[in-house]
T-cell receptor, first 111, second 112 residues
């Protein structure tokens, strides 16, 4: 079973920041938080991952709470092409043999 | 482009038949994962190979089997196909176990 909880769907206006929450209250000390997205039947796309510090790359920012029990993925300026299902996954680096996807959050970007 | 190549992109076959799906991982990646995604369903983990050895199995049917070859490409064999096996099949690769994975664009299998 997935170790994370995400809202099933969210809306965001085009050009605004999309903030996608994820709860992972049972996360272990050696587990990273990964985010992927799947755009309409394409292969899932890696977005970002982090352990405890906030991370930023060209696609998004990841904010992890100090107790590491939840995180937020931020798409700073959402476009219509960001409409997708977003998955939050916790995995232990160099240990977990499986990547278990939950149901994710279906993000709708509204024009 | 993730660097993971899956062939064929589309496959239509009849019930009872056998098919082979192929996955070429990114250069240098030792891990290959296989997933099944039925229509409007989630991504179901099937199996994981690391450097030729099976590392983990998920909800993979006995009619399905996989292997990873010395050149690190992998094949997923589906036999005695049923209508319910129609789905997207994705493979992913990563450098090691637990590191970030990159997915191919999938093979769409239609069983008629």
């Amino acid at each position: 079973d997935a170790k994370t909880t995400q809202p099933p769907s969210m809306d965001c206006a085009e050009g605004r920041a999309a903030n996608l929450p994820c709860n992972h209250s049972t996360i272990s000390g050696n587990e990273y938080v990964y985010w992927y997205r799947q755009i309409h039947s394409q292969g899932p796309q890696y977005i970002i991952h982090g352990l405890k510090n906030n991370e930023t790359n060209e696609m998004a920012s990841l904010i992890i709470t100090e107790d590491r029990k939840s995180s937020t993925l931020i798409l700073p300026h959402a476009t219509l092409r960001d409409t997708a299902v977003y998955y939050c996954i916790v995995r232990a680096f160099y240990r977990d043999d499986k990547i278990i996807f939950g149901k994710g959050t279906r993000l709708h970007i509204l024009p | 482009d993730s660097g993971v190549t899956q062939t064929p992109k589309h496959l239509i076959t009849a019930t009872g038949q056998r098919v082979t799906l192929r996955c070429s991982p990114r250069s240098g990646d030792l891990s290959v994962y296989w997933y099944q995604q039925s229509l409007d369903q989630g991504l179901q983990f099937l199996i994981h190979y690391y450097n030729g050895e099976e590392r983990a199995k998920g909800n993979i049917l006995e009619r399905f089997s996989a292997q990873q070859f010395p050149d690190l490409h992998s094949e997923l064999n589906l036999s005695s196909l049923e209508l319910g096996d129609s789905a997207l099949y994705f493979c992913a690769s990563s450098v090691g176990v637990g590191s970030r994975a990159f997915f191919g664009q999938g093979t769409r299998l239609t069983v008629v």
